[in-house]
């Protein structure tokens, strides 16, 4: 198992994770979804670079283990690829949890998109991860943090993406290994590429 030894002489931890990236346009029309009730919507949105989804989090990671978590996402790149172009049609839905304040876009989880990612984020667990640090799996996207809004603005988002979904936007560009790091402003990035595996262009 991955150690998370901090002792002096070891190699410094990273918070490392397996996550998908979007198209850059697609990314963009996400974020623009604010502009529905700017007014209305408080929060910290994401950077449009910066928009992910996690499949397994990896928390704390020595730089010695990066090479298995970058074959970890060729793994997990190849396990997808076949769906992508059926995954892209489905819809998605605007879900804001309270208790985290976080606005997020939710994806159907017994598509068989989700459910192969699920499955093959379990298997890579049992290698990368003690079983006691595996989240339950739920595919979501933040849009943003600390986020608050009325029942009215939160209708008005899922009308917006609602109607974005109709146009049958490409979504998911590809596997990525990222590496949390420091943002000292919110226009800089938060997050540094490890490893890239996109899928075929075929799907688009």
Known sequence: MPSTD?????????????????????????????????EAI??????????????????????KTFALW?????????ALSPLVPDHRRQTAEIHWRRDRRLLAITFDRTVPFWM??????????????????????WPHLTLARNA???????????ESLRALFRQHPPLWKGVRLYKSVPSPSRTEDRYQ???DHPFPEDGR
């Open 193 to 195: 590429t490890l490893a």
């Open 116 to 137: 192969k990612a699920e499955e093959t984020s379990r298997t890579l667990s049992g290698t990368l991860l003690p079983m006691e640090q595996f989240r339950p799996f």
């Open 70 to 78: 970058k074959d970890s996402a060729r793994i997990l790149q190849e």
């Open 6 to 38: 901090n002792r002096p002489g070891s190699s410094p931890a990273s918070r490392v994770f397996l996550g998908l990236y979007l198209y850059p346009e697609t990314a963009l029309q996400f974020v623009s979804l604010r502009q529905t009730r700017t």
């Open 42 to 63: 408080q929060g910290t949105w994401m950077n449009p670079h910066d928009l992910h989804l996690t499949i397994l989090f990896g928390g704390e990671q020595e730089e």
């Open 148 to 158: 608050r809004l009325d029942p009215q603005a939160l209708e008005s988002l899922s």
